[in-house]
C-alpha cells in the first residue's frame, strides 16, 4: 500500500522557520517529482513547490525566496524548509506523488498529482 505522511507542523511567529517532511511508504520515490501543495480555510487547495525525479525545483511566486524544496532518495523522504513564513502561509500542507506526464516536469497543478498524504497543520501567529 502506497502512503505519503507529512509530519513537521506545528504552529510559529511570523518570521520564523518550519520544516515540514514527506515519508513515503509502499513507493520509491526515486521515480517521481514530489509536491508541496497547501489549503487555508474557506480557500482552494494552491500549489506550493515541487521537485523533480531530477531534483530540478519549481515554485509559487507567493513563496519564492522563502521556502526550499529538497528530497532525500536514500530515506525516501521529500522536504519543504518554510523560512521567514507569514501568516498567508498559515494552511494544511499535504505533499504528493506526480503521477501525470514525466517525472522530470515539475507542475504546481493539483490534478497531475494522484497518491496525496493527509496533511499537516501550519498555523503562523503574529
Known amino acids: 500500500q502506497v502512503q505519503l505522511v507529512e509530519s513537521g507542523g506545528g504552529s510559529v511567529e511570523v518570521g520564523g522557520s518550519l520544516k515540514l517532511t514527506c515519508t513515503a511508504s509502499?513507493?520509491?520515490?526515486?521515480?517521481?517529482?514530489v509536491g508541496w501543495f497547501r489549503q487555508a480555510p474557506g480557500k482552494e487547495r494552491e500549489g506550493v513547490s515541487c521537485?523533480?525525479?531530477?531534483?530540478?525545483?519549481l515554485y509559487a511566486d507567493s513563496v519564492k525566496g522563502r521556502f526550499t524544496v529538497s528530497r532525500d532518495n536514500v530515506k525516501n523522504t521529500a522536504y519543504l524548509q518554510m523560512d521567514n513564513v507569514q501568516v498567508e502561509d498559515t494552511a494544511i500542507y499535504y505533499c504528493?506523488?506526480?503521477?501525470?506526464?514525466?517525472?522530470?516536469?515539475?507542475?504546481?497543478?493539483?490534478?497531475?498529482?494522484?497518491?496525496w498524504g493527509q496533511g499537516a497543520q501550519v498555523t503562523v501567529t503574529s
Open positions: 509502499g513507493t520509491l520515490l526515486d521515480y517521481y517529482a
Open positions: 521537485i523533480t525525479s531530477d531534483h530540478e525545483t
Open positions: 504528493a506523488r506526480k503521477e501525470r506526464g514525466s517525472s522530470s516536469d515539475a507542475s504546481l497543478s493539483a490534478s497531475d498529482f494522484r497518491t
